[in-house]
């Protein structure tokens, strides 16, 4: 049965032609922080005690895998940068690379 548009199959249709109940959302109260937000570590958020190389680096954020492997990223990249290493020091040296390559 037909209606202004909608279809009526039980009970799936809005009303609205193409906004059927199986959409999700895309945005929402949740989804509405600015991207740069998301990207960018909280403020005052302490570098990992494993990383001596803070203030040299002050543009990336680096974490610990859960292989081990260390990876930095550097924030608001596009494309994005990551790098990674076994150890802090040849991090260091992985974002220098990438840095000449900016």
Known sequence: MEKDGATDLKGASTGVAGRGRGRASV?????????????????GAEPPDW??????????????GIAGLLYARRLMSSPPRVVRSQDAGELRDQIRQAELRL
Do not use: I, L, Q
């Open 27 to 43: 945005s929402g109260p949740a989804d509405r922080t600015c991207r740069a937000d998301r990207a960018a570590p909280a403020e």
């Open 51 to 64: 990383w001596p190389y803070a203030s040299e680096f002050p543009h990336w954020h680096v974490w610990r």
